[in-house]
């Protein structure tokens, strides 16, 4: 079955320390995002990468990292977490990177992450 | 830079019309729109092209106006499947991809 998988679902965790929010996709995508979901503020971009070692800046990128080492995985990084980043994330990704508007994203099933 | 939606929310009865618009201050690409059921992941709807060309999913359809940068959605004679919080997604430039705060659409029997 064609999906975007992330784990964990869930994860609560205390400030600074560090975590890991895995994402996969089985499609063979090349373009692939991180989002955070805030309510009355939408979807918001955190990173995105465009193919392997390739990776550039959403709106939203401070406190995080992203690696893209594998096509198909693209892990988000928070080193140090801050309650400010308790929030909804979503991993998705696209079929090209060419002009990533031009491809349908098929997300992931989401994270939700509280900091303490 | 995130599109602007109006409105925030809408109620809606089965059968009624429902317009969401999205804008953006930027020349477009595409405009996206997805529907996202409470506690699910966003669901693709429809990809606008820039040219003005209007597509449909259903009794759902869309417009995009590039000269003006705004889309509108249209849920025409709702059903209560439509219920959710719709996002336009816009694409200018480059290859970031921006949503809006979303629209809350509630159809009630």
């Known amino acids: 079955e064609a999906q975007v998988t992330q784990n964990p679902r869930y994860l609560i965790t205390v400030t600074g320390k560090k975590l890991t929010v895995t994402c996969s996709q089985n499609?063979?995508?090349?373009?692939m995002s991180w989002y955070r979901q805030d309510p009355g503020l939408g979807l918001r971009q955190i990173y995105y990468?465009?193919?392997?070692?390739?990776?550039d800046k959403g709106d939203v990128p401070e406190g995080y990292k992203v690696s893209r080492k594998e096509k198909r995985n693209f892990p988000l990084i928070l080193e140090s977490p801050s309650p400010n980043q308790t929030s909804l994330y979503f991993c998705?990704?696209?079929?090209?990177?060419?002009?990533?508007?031009?491809?349908?994203?098929?997300f992931g099933p989401g994270t939700r992450l509280t900091v303490l | 830079q995130q599109p602007v939606q109006s409105p925030q929310a809408v109620i809606l009865r089965e059968g009624e019309d429902a317009v969401i618009n999205c804008s953006s201050s930027k020349a477009l690409y595409s405009v996206h729109w997805y529907r996202q059921k409470h506690g699910e992941a966003p669901v693709f709807l429809m990809i606008l092209l820039k040219g003005g060309e209007q597509k449909g999913h259903d009794k759902i359809s869309a417009s995009f106006n590039e000269k003006k940068q705004q889309s509108s959605l249209y849920l025409t004679a709702s059903q209560l499947s439509y219920s959710g919080t719709y996002f336009c997604?816009?694409?200018?430039?480059?290859?970031?991809?921006?949503f809006g705060a979303g629209t809350t659409v509630t159809v009630r029997a």
């Open positions: 499609m063979n995508h090349e373009y």
């Open positions: 998705a990704s696209s079929l090209s990177a060419i002009l990533a508007g031009y491809n349908e994203q098929f």
């Open positions: 997604g816009t694409e200018p430039h480059d290859y970031k991809l921006s």
């Open positions: 990468s465009m193919n392997v070692e390739v990776t």
